[in-house]
Structure formats: C-alpha cells, structure tokens
C-alpha cells in the first residue's frame, strides 16, 4: 500500500486555497438579483450623476440609439451640462420589461426592452449591456441602446 505524506505547510496551504475557493463562489441568482436592483435603481435615478458614476465602467464603451460610440466621460460631461441648464420641463420616465440576466462569474450579461415615457409620446430601446464585477461592484462595461423601429404597438 503507498502513501502519500505531504508536510504541514503543504496541508495547510491546500486547506486555504479549498476554504478560499468556496468563499468566492458565485451564486448566480444573488448576482441576478443585484443586478436587476442595480438597473431599477439607476432608472429610477437617471438624473442623477451619482448613479451614472456608479453604474458605467471608466472604460465602458457606449453605443447609443444614434449610432454613435463614447465613453463614461461623455456621460459624465452630459450629466454636468443638464445639470447647469435651468430648463423646467421634466425628461422622461424610464422603466423596462423582458429583461433577461445571465451571470458567468464575475461577468454578466443583461438584455432588456427600455421603455421612455413622456406626456407627449413613449418610444422603447432594445438595449444590452455587459457587465463585469470590480471591487465587489457591478460595472457596466459596454452597452448598446438601439431604438425599436416602431414602438407604438408594444
């Protein structure tokens, strides 16, 4: 019969990596419910650059609805000059359906149907973002906002 004898050291090491392995377990319903929390809080918030610099990634990458491509600090500089404009009209009121999450570890992807209410009209996006996990956070790296060619029968 063989044995194998591993030191002290070795055993202990082993024993850590196991313990830190299952620490860092991703349970992808939590993750999805998180995520879910982090899309309703931010359109509830969508005037709010604090919200805005909480959810894009430094090095997202934009797509919007027009067919151009920025990044978080053309965003950033948007959210400063709507801030500093004095206009009395409200923007519109964002909410979503068919939002689909799927987690793969510290990455995700979420796909859903954007919906933009105004007194005057609602117009619908379809829109996907890319999400990766930093520092125990939830950042969107890239994202595609594109608008559903006719939205009024939805």
């Not at 194998?4 to 050291?9: A, R």
């Not at 894009?56 to 920025?70: I, K, M, P, Q």
């Not at 990455?107 to 996006?125: G, H, K, Q, V």
């Not at 890239?142 to 060619?149: D, E, G, H, K």
Request: hydrophobic share 35%; with cysteine; glycine share 6%.
């Amino acid at each position: 019969m063989n044995r194998v004898l591993i030191s002290l050291p070795t055993f202990l090491a082993l024993i850590s990596i196991a313990l830190l392995t299952s620490c860092t377990q991703v349970n992808p319903q939590q993750e999805k419910e998180a995520l879910t929390k982090l899309l309703g809080e931010f359109l509830e918030n969508v005037d709010d650059p604090k919200m805005h610099d909480r959810l894009w990634a430094e090095d997202l990458v934009y797509t919007g609805s027009a067919g151009t491509r920025h990044g978080k600090d053309v965003i950033m500089d948007g959210m400063q000059e709507s801030e500093s404009e004095t206009s009395q009209s409200a923007g519109p009121k964002y909410s979503y359906d068919s939002l689909h999450v799927k987690v793969f570890g510290k990455t995700a992807a979420l796909t859903f149907r954007l919906i933009a209410e105004t007194p005057d009209d609602t117009l619908c996006y379809l829109n996907s973002g890319f999400f990766e996990k930093r520092d125990g956070k939830w950042k969107a790296v890239v994202w595609q906002a594109t608008r559903m060619a006719d939205s009024s029968d939805d």
